[in-house]
């Protein structure tokens, strides 16, 4: 796709369309009992605790175990989930959750107020080490007790009696209800947590949940079974007896189970296929909030660094010439070939701008129509480093799948022509997420999927300190623009400081972004009514098999 000609004339129609779910063959259900569904996830799920998970396999996983004060709908806007209703006071500062008396655990067990307050109040603890408490700064206290430089005490959290969660925010957040309905923010039992801190999510005894289905059997590196959860309030529309999260890595493999019928969904598709699949209706494009990009490690004194690395990386000019050096038009066109589109910003398409019908993602911030070889080099040069002269070889790291690998090969080329050399470690998918967050490389793949629709989702992201930061970057001004829009009411001057926070991104360049993404899943042609948000997770709460 073209993203000038199709987002500058038809920003708005793409915006609503990134924005909304998309529903798989919807029809009239005519269902049997005994129904199973499989869904390869596509890499072994490091957790699926709510408060530890930072990915989307996780967060799918999670979102089909446990219901938050409010689900999303089509258009990823909060409907009530647990909270039956709540009232939001006047200054937009306190949120009153009321939930429903038929909110239920798995176990039979009533879902109250205090377990909510007892999850939040855990994603916060700095001794949970949540990549995302972040996202419960937004709440009175939230950023001082994660930070030390509060108490739990002073959180705005308030468990006033079983059916009423009484919320107080640090800064009016137009988007909170939506976040409610975020994995991360899914309530938790301290009986349960507490008892087995380390091991609860992977027993069936232990991992207690409150939404359409219940773990039945954990098999490590191989697969979740759920089965339909009758404690669930809204059980009778839940049409799955049972539900497999399946976690084969190999492409092939699970194309091929699809076809055979064997499995019903795979997250991930061989790349020679997509084509083909698409043409026999077996492969589905779907839409996403998200770019893929590359991470530096620009980290100041880091000791996992060699220190001719750390300073090429440290160097504004070589982190632009690398950038300047990816051909993103032949890596969409002839490596992903999912319909992705090149990247010139980092807030994905799908999120709006600042203006009536326009798209954050429209400013470019560089030539979208020009793989600049020469430029590139002349960034090397005066980045002290001409034609490549000088430079150390450098570690390129990704997760071990066929896109990330096909993808690092073709850069690996480009910036090869550049005289920038790198050697290509591939590792799986837990460890390298480990690698990744505590700095233990030095260019890395990297992507990020929107948590709700708007360009703080991924500006936020790049603070300096937070967690998810796998880049280590650190910019006083940067973050203070990002802080001045979390404060500011006002939707034009808050758009200036998020695009204000961006050009100063896109000038330290701390990141490549290289395209958005969109998703490529291969479903059978029987499986019906599963809903894929743009935001990456995958609903199953009333799917079924025709």
């Known amino acids: 796709m073209q993203k000038n000609k199709c987002i500058k004339i038809c920003a708005a129609m793409l915006t609503v369309a990134l924005a909304t779910t998309s529903f798989v063959a919807c029809g009239k259900s005519d269902t049997q009992s005994g129904q199973e569904m499989i869904h390869n996830l596509g890499a072994e799920v490091k957790t699926i605790d709510p408060a530890l998970n930072n990915a989307v396999d996780g967060s799918t996983v999670i979102a089909n175990a446990f219901e938050g004060l409010c689900k999303t709908d089509e258009n990823n806007k909060a409907v009530p989930g647990v909270a039956e209703s709540w009232d939001i006071s006047e200054d937009k500062l306190t949120y009153t959750f009321h939930l429903r008396d038929d909110a239920k655990w798995s176990d039979g067990e009533a879902v109250t107020a205090k377990d909510f307050a007892y999850a939040w109040q855990r994603v916060l603890d700095p001794t949970t080490a949540s990549d995302y408490a972040f996202q419960l700064y937004y709440i009175k206290g939230g950023e001082e007790f994660n930070t030390g430089k509060g108490s739990a005490e002073e959180l705005g959290i308030k468990a006033v009696d079983d059916a009423t969660l009484e919320v107080t925010l640090a800064k009016p957040t137009t988007y909170f209800l939506e976040l409610t309905a975020f994995p991360t923010l899914m309530p938790v039992r301290e009986d349960i947590v507490s008892a087995n801190p380390d091991s609860w999510t992977q027993s069936p005894d232990d991992y207690i949940s409150n939404g359409p289905f219940k773990l039945e059997e954990y098999n490590m590196k191989d697969s979740y079974i759920f089965v339909k959860n009758d404690n669930y309030y809204d059980s009778d529309e839940v049409k799955l007896d049972k539900l497999t999260f399946k976690m084969m890595n190999d492409e092939t493999s699970a194309y091929a189970s699809v076809k055979n019928e064997e499995i019903q969904m795979s997250d991930i598709v061989p790349k020679a296929e997509i084509t083909s699949g698409k043409e026999e209706g077996l492969v589905q494009v779907f839409p996403q909030v998200g770019t893929y990009y590359y991470c530096l490690n620009v980290g100041n004194n880091n000791d996992k660094l060699d220190a001719e690395v750390q300073e090429a990386l440290g160097n504004k000019d070589f982190r632009h010439a690398l950038n300047l050096a990816i051909d993103r038009k032949s890596i969409v066109e002839n490596v992903t070939k999912g319909g992705e589109t090149p990247a010139y910003s980092f ?134 623009l990002v802080q001045e829009a979390m404060m500011e009411t006002d939707s034009v001057k808050r758009a200036d400081y998020l695009r204000q926070a961006e050009d100063i991104l896109m000038e330290e360049m701390p990141i490549l972004p290289i395209y958005y993404y969109t998703q490529v899943k291969a479903v059978a042609e029987n499986v019906k009514d599963i809903r894929v948000s743009p935001l990456g997770q995958i609903y199953f709460d009333r799917a079924y098999l025709a």
Do not use: C
């Open 347 to 480: 807030v994905a398409t799908g999120i709006p701008g600042g203006e009536e019908g326009s798209e954050f993602s429209d400013k470019h911030y560089w030539d979208e129509n020009k793989y600049d070889v020469e430029g590139a080099k002349a960034l090397l040069a005066k980045a002290g480093y001409p034609n490549g002269e000088g430079l150390p070889t450098f570690e390129l790291k990704y997760n071990t799948k066929e896109n990330e690998k096909l993808v690092a090969e073709a850069i690996q080329q480009m910036w090869g022509e550049v005289g920038v050399k790198v050697n290509l470690v591939n590792e799986e998918w837990a460890v390298f997420q480990d690698s990744r967050s505590s700095g233990n490389y030095e260019i890395a793949r990297h992507g990020w999927i929107g948590d709700y629709v708007d360009p703080m989702t991924f500006l936020d992201l790049l603070q300096t300190g937070l967690g998810n930061n796998n880049a280590k970057f650190a910019n006083a001004s940067y973050d203070g």
